[in-house]
């Protein structure tokens, strides 16, 4: 079984600074993906970026980074220079392998920031 | 430009109506998902589908049922709404396949009520 850990409680940040936002994974599967989605108020799930098990380097979009830590079994997502239009609730999940496997997702952090 | 789509984006219905929830994605994705969302629960699976007439229980299956007759609509079925079945319904559709790369398209949400 997969299981996906947010715990933070809701994070500020204020306008043009750096934030963690951070996920912890649980998975038997030797192969598996990682995946970060944002919702804003309006409600849908825009994904933000990706992350495979095997991948030697962090992947990077953009102001969104995923710091990888394969020993601690952490996916945190880090967003540069922040926007007001980053408020929203952002969304940790992982794939399996399989070729009908299934996101699981985590709880989900309230990410606010502040002009 | 848009992929998947859900045909109501809020809906009332009262307790004990038989509601659907229908959905559409234009991808030619084989797979094809029905989360609910609650605060401080995350994204909870209801059912998905791995091909036409094809269906599997997810986390929450009790009092949902679906249909998918064709590969591009998964409808979503409240047999007899009540109360506790207030909340944000999302739709998603994936490419099949091995190997863990691929996430989800989400539609942008029905929030319905059952009063």
Redesign the interface.
Known sequence: AQKITQTQPGMFVQEKEAVTLDCTYDTSDQSYGLFWYKQPSSGEMIFLIYQGSYDEQNATEGRYSLNFQKARKSANLVISASQLGDSAMYFCAMRGTGANSKLTFGKGITLSVRP | DVKVTQSSRYLVKRTGEKVFLECVQDMDHE?M?W?RQDP????R?IY?S?DVKMKEK?DIPEGYSVSREKKERFSLILESASTNQTS?Y?C?SSF??????????????T?LTVV
Request: proline share 0%; charged share 5%; net charge positive.
């Open positions: 797979n998902f989360y401080g629960l995350g994204l699976l998905f791995y997810g944000m999302l998603a099949a396949g091995f190997g863990s790369t691929y996430g989800y398209t989400f539609g942008s949400g929030r």
